[in-house]
């Protein structure tokens, strides 16, 4: 206690000192745990921006079996399918079978979409499709879509589909019926109605006598 009182400026410095050296530590610790959480956050949301596809603006050109034919912006994450309803849509003629409606856009793309007659003439001379219109299905289109029908093979629900009742992913089960003619099917089924035939089904826009013919023993109403 004597030693204290003796000494009782230098003991108040000292404490004022470690004091203060004890805050400084402390702000300067807590400051950069701050940095290196945010050095972290924005490395995460770099790496996030890094993983979305670039999206870029193109001008692709849709003629023949549309509403209204011509040239229209989009992006690149946009589909054949989605140029097709920004041109209008189908008309009561077109036949989007060898189509791959769910291809990505790319600029100065053209897409055509033929009628019913055209598709005919094009199997009847075996042409697949002018290299000319940018959206047919390619060999690689083909492959994709085999591969896929041997992994999902086993998945074929048991017996028929019932085009009247069946989702999108049921639907999908069946030979040449993709994404985008599953969704025309339910659209088609919630405009007009159940079918009352299975031959109905040629009514749906996109699907004509060849991709009947591959179904009509698999479906049912």
Request: net charge negative.
């Amino acid at each position: 206690m004597k030693f204290i009182k003796n000494h009782k400026g230098k003991v108040f410095i000292f404490v004022f000192v470690f004091f203060t050296l004890y805050m400084v530590y402390d702000t300067y610790s807590y400051e950069s745990k701050n940095i290196v959480k945010t050095e972290k956050s924005e490395k995460e949301i770099v790496t996030k921006k890094e993983e979305t596809p670039k999206e870029t603006e193109v001008l692709v050109d849709v003629k023949g079996e549309v509403i209204t034919p011509g040239v229209y912006e989009l992006t690149s994450q946009n589909t054949v399918m989605d140029a097709i309803n920004k041109a209008g849509g189908l008309t009561k003629t077109s036949d989007t079978s060898n189509l791959n409606l769910s291809k990505k856009l790319e600029d100065e793309m053209v897409i055509i979409v033929y009628s019913k007659s055209e598709i005919q003439n094009m199997e009847e001379d075996k042409i697949v499709c002018p290299p000319c219109n940018n959206a047919c299905v390619t060999e690689e289109d083909e492959k994709a879509k085999l591969e896929k029908s041997e992994t999902e093979e086993n998945k074929t629900p048991v017996g028929k589909i019932n085009i009247n009742e069946a989702d999108e992913i049921d639907l999908q089960t069946l030979d040449g019926i993709g994404e985008a003619k599953a969704k025309a099917i339910i659209e088609y089924r919630e405009k007009n109605g159940d079918f009352k035939s299975i031959e109905d089904i040629k009514n749906v826009s996109g699907i004509g006598d060849t991709i009947y013919e591959n179904i009509k023993d698999n479906i049912t109403v």
